[in-house]
């Protein structure tokens, strides 16, 4: 099933004695970029969801807070009684060698956040990782669920462009498929209107052949076709498609313009000039793809 790239999810729950609070924020992205934030002491925990989390988002910009709280005491704050007492001192050098009657209280130690540190026991680092393993899980369901949601609403919107590009490359077909004799007769015209001659056959065949060629659109339509057809098979499959659909989008909008040089006639060009637009709007879209 095809996924947008944007979507929301958020999952609270209880486990391992505490309650892990995950929220995820998706938006578009030409390559994956992930932004794992947690409360300060849980680098470990935050690394380990970057891991996780790359396995199983292949594209967009993912922000996921991360937030733990205890449901019961934990040992890990642990204050550092060298450091204190070597900024006490600092302090107390500063007051007497001054002159001051300021008291050093335990506010003013702890102004200084190194005095007291969140320490994790890797014991505890593996009990927590694996409640917040589990909570990530449901996450990442309930993202790609949303994404989902707005994958199939992107879907439709794509398959009305294509089939409207497809309509129109056979219209295009269709008005290119008498351009030699139309050539020919034109060239004729000319010379009668110009130079009121009669052409030696052979060399006004010579002259359509030539100028046939240059307007030779039939290559560009057989390439635009193919695009169109793979594009409609990786939105029957329903992988993560997003980059090849680009990539096809690139390719249609290159043969559009090619048609739209080469012709001389009026109708193709205003019709390859439109597939071109259709091409842009379809492009806006297949860009919120994973």
Known sequence: ???SMTGYA?????????????EAKALNSKYLYLDVNTVSGFSDLEIRAQRYLR?????GSVKISLDITFTEPE?????????????????RRIVDDLGLSSEITVETLLKN???VKAIIPAELTERLWAGLEVVLEECVQKLNEDR????????????????SLTVLTEEIEEASAHILEETRKSIKNRIDQVLSVQLDDSRLEQ???????????????????SHLSSMLELLDEGEDCGVQLDFFCQELHREFS?????????????????GRTLVNKLREQVQNIQ
């Open 258 to 274: 090619t048609i739209a040089s080469k012709s001389k006639k009026l109708e193709i060009t205003r019709r390859s000039v439109e």
């Open 207 to 225: 002259e359509v052949a030539i100028l046939a060629e240059k307007a030779d659109i039939s290559e560009e339509l057989v390439r635009a076709k």
């Open 1 to 3: 099933m095809i996924r």
């Open 113 to 115: 956040r190194d005095i």
């Open 55 to 59: 396995e199983r988002i292949k594209r």
């Open 148 to 163: 989902e949601r707005e994958g199939k609403r992107l879907q439709v919107a794509l398959m009305n462009y294509l089939n």
């Open 75 to 91: 040992s890990i704050i642990q204050p550092d009684i060298v450091l204190a007492r070597t900024y006490h001192n600092a302090l």
């Open 10 to 22: 958020r999952v609270d729950t209880e486990q391992k004695g505490c309650i892990f609070s995950v």
